[in-house]
């Protein structure tokens, strides 16, 4: 069973920095684009950042232009997602997940573009 797994979350105050990382031990995410969403309580999950198969094409969110940056190490078979100047709003659980085989990168979390998720990591930012 595939299963993503996140890490590098945790508690920053603002003005901090943080990488994300997702891995998916025993599979390959090579093929796959690959994207970063993030829900925080009350709010609806978001997405924040995507990166194609080939790494050469990504997107963000408004919110996270100039601040965060997405990248993968296929010979890691690893995600990143690097995040300064981090606020109080980013505050939430950052979750990566694979999108369907061909589907191209995009920041909408729905079945239909991505079928496999991590459990999340949690990013609080506070002073």
């Known amino acids: 069973q595939l299963q993503l797994v996140e890490s590098g979350g945790g508690l920053v105050r603002p003005g901090g920095s943080l990488r994300l990382s997702c891995a998916a031990p025993?599979?390959?995410?090579?093929?796959?684009?690959i994207g970063w969403f993030r829900q925080a309580p009350g709010k609806e999950r978001e997405g924040v950042s995507c990166?194609?198969?080939?790494?050469?094409?990504?997107d963000y969110a408004d919110s996270v232009k100039g601040r965060f940056t997405i990248s993968r190490d296929n010979a890691k078979n690893t995600v990143y997602l690097a995040m300064n100047s981090l606020n109080a709003e980013d505050t939430a659980i950052y979750y990566c997940?694979?999108?369907?085989?061909?589907?191209?990168?995009?920041?909408?979390?729905?079945?239909?573009?991505?079928?496999?998720w991590g459990q999340g990591t949690q990013v609080t930012v506070s002073s």
């Open positions: 990166i194609s198969r080939s790494g050469r094409t990504s």
């Open positions: 997940a694979r999108a369907r085989a061909l589907r191209p990168c995009t920041l909408k979390p729905v079945g239909s573009e991505y079928d496999y």
């Open positions: 025993g599979f390959t995410l090579n093929d796959y684009a």
